[in-house]
Structures are given as structure tokens and as C-alpha cells.
């Protein structure tokens, strides 16, 4: 297997478990999928920019170079992760209101979440 | 030109810098998570470049970067990845906006 295939894979590997373990569960909810489908949508100018100019090359023989248009695939795993883990994060952050600015900032719940 | 890759980052920041002082958002309600997140991001993905790059997995342009860098990766590819930290809870936060009006 090549390096940067296997270590892309493992990447969303680890991601997917981070979300269970945090118990965020994004990767199971609707609009994360939209989501994720907007920054692709984003990825595939500006990533599409960056190798068909090309401001980043890659190295033959650690990736399958399969491309979609200019874009690596292991690329979009780099990024499905990169962008994962960010909400993951952030949302794990945000119902723990790290650091907010009213008192406490503690461990207390605030869901944050929009009615329904 | 040289700034290309600089130019590109703020093209990318440029409206979710914006439109994220969007009351309805509420981003800026929980910024120690906002900064969390960011950085919880950028420091596995900042190591993981600093290693592929040093082991060839990916390079740079010189013609398109303005030639300032650290360890191997140029200005730039840093702030790459702070920028779309950023740009991704935008966008997950409008998302979920935008897909809890639908519903309601």
C-alpha cells in the first residue's frame, strides 16, 4: 500500500472513531452529509486550483495517482478528515461551552442546537 | 506569480469572514470552542504535513508561494489550515441554519 493512500485511510478511520467516542455522532446525522457535499463542492475549485497549476506536486510513488480532474483522491480522504474533525471538535467544544464567556465555562451543558 | 497560493487563501476566507458575524449563526457565542477546534485541528494536521512533506510525499511550488516557511512547508500551507478550520464551522454552522428552517 502506498504511504500517503494508507496514512489518508487511517485518517478517516480515526476520525469516524473520534466522532463515537466523543459521542458528537455527526457522520450519522443528514445535514453533515450536505455539509460535507458544500465543502467538497468548495474543495474541487480551490484544491482543483492548488494541483492544476500546480502549487502542491506529489510524489509518484507514495500516492495511487488517481486523480479526479487534477485533485489525488487520497486528497479528498486528507480533506474529508481535515474538515471531520474541525465540527467534531467544534461541536464537542460548544455543548461543553469551553471557554464561554459567562461564568462558569466549565462542564455545564448548553446544547446550542436549533429548535426544531 | 508569486502570491498566488496567499491570494488563494484569502479568497477562501474572504466571505465566511464576513458572513460569519451573522447574528442568526451565533458563532462568535462560543469562541473558546471556536479557537479549540481550530487549533485541535491544526495541530495533528500541521504534523502530518510537516512529515509528508519532509518524507516527499507532496512539495511546493517556488513560483507560486512567496518564498517565507518553516519546517519545510511554506507560510502559505500554515495558514491553510487555521483558514479552513474556520471556513468549516461556517459552513457547518449555516448548514445546520439553513437545514433547521427547512424543517421547521
Given at each position: 500500500?502506498?504511504?500517503?493512500?494508507?496514512?489518508?485511510?487511517?485518517?478517516?478511520?480515526?476520525v469516524?472513531?473520534?466522532?463515537?467516542?466523543?459521542?458528537?455522532?455527526?457522520?450519522?446525522?443528514?445535514?453533515?452529509?450536505?455539509?460535507?457535499?458544500?465543502?467538497?463542492?468548495?474543495?474541487?475549485?480551490f484544491?482543483?486550483y492548488?494541483?492544476w497549476?500546480?502549487?502542491?506536486?506529489?510524489?509518484?510513488?507514495?500516492?495511487?495517482?488517481?486523480?479526479?480532474?487534477?485533485?489525488?483522491?487520497?486528497?479528498?480522504?486528507?480533506g474529508?478528515?481535515m474538515?471531520?474533525?474541525?465540527?467534531?471538535?467544534w461541536?464537542?467544544?460548544?455543548?461543553?461551552?469551553?471557554?464561554?464567556?459567562?461564568?462558569?465555562?466549565?462542564?455545564?451543558?448548553?446544547?446550542?442546537?436549533?429548535?426544531? | 506569480?508569486?502570491?498566488?497560493?496567499?491570494?488563494?487563501?484569502?479568497?477562501?476566507?474572504?466571505?465566511?469572514?464576513?458572513?460569519?458575524?451573522?447574528?442568526?449563526l451565533?458563532?462568535?457565542?462560543?469562541?473558546?470552542?471556536?479557537?479549540?477546534?481550530?487549533?485541535?485541528?491544526?495541530?495533528?494536521?500541521?504534523?502530518?504535513?510537516?512529515?509528508?512533506?519532509?518524507?516527499?510525499?507532496?512539495?511546493?511550488?517556488?513560483?507560486?508561494?512567496?518564498?517565507?516557511?518553516?519546517?519545510?512547508?511554506?507560510?502559505?500551507?500554515?495558514?491553510?489550515?487555521?483558514?479552513?478550520?474556520?471556513?468549516?464551522?461556517?459552513?457547518w454552522?449555516?448548514?445546520?441554519?439553513?437545514?433547521?428552517?427547512?424543517?421547521?
Amino acid at each position: 500500500m502506498k504511504e500517503y493512500t494508507l496514512v489518508a485511510m487511517v485518517s478517516v478511520l480515526f476520525v469516524v472513531l473520534l466522532d463515537r467516542l466523543l459521542r458528537t455522532r455527526l457522520t450519522g446525522r443528514a445535514e453533515f452529509w450536505i455539509f460535507i457535499g458544500v465543502m467538497f463542492g468548495f474543495k474541487l475549485v480551490f484544491n482543483g486550483y492548488l494541483t492544476w497549476r500546480p502549487i502542491v506536486l506529489y510524489g509518484e510513488q507514495f500516492f495511487l495517482n488517481v486523480r479526479l480532474g487534477t485533485i489525488p483522491l487520497e486528497d479528498f480522504l486528507f480533506g474529508f478528515s481535515m474538515i471531520t474533525l474541525t465540527v467534531v471538535l467544534w461541536e464537542y467544544a460548544k455543548g461543553r461551552s469551553f471557554g464561554d464567556s459567562h461564568e462558569g465555562g466549565g462542564l455545564h451543558r448548553q446544547d446550542g442546537e436549533i429548535p426544531e | 506569480m508569486r502570491s498566488e497560493y496567499l491570494i488563494l487563501l484569502g479568497l477562501i476566507i474572504v466571505f465566511p469572514l464576513i458572513l460569519s458575524r451573522d447574528a442568526k449563526l451565533g458563532m462568535y457565542k462560543h469562541r473558546g470552542a471556536l479557537w479549540f477546534a481550530v487549533i485541535g485541528m491544526c495541530i495533528p494536521f500541521w504534523l502530518w504535513d510537516i512529515v509528508a512533506a519532509a518524507r516527499g510525499h507532496w512539495w511546493f511550488s517556488g513560483t507560486y508561494t512567496i518564498g517565507a516557511g518553516w519546517l519545510g512547508l511554506p507560510l502559505e500551507e500554515w495558514l491553510f489550515f487555521p483558514i479552513v478550520g474556520f471556513v468549516s464551522i461556517f459552513t457547518w454552522e449555516s448548514t445546520r441554519y439553513f437545514w433547521g428552517r427547512r424543517k421547521r
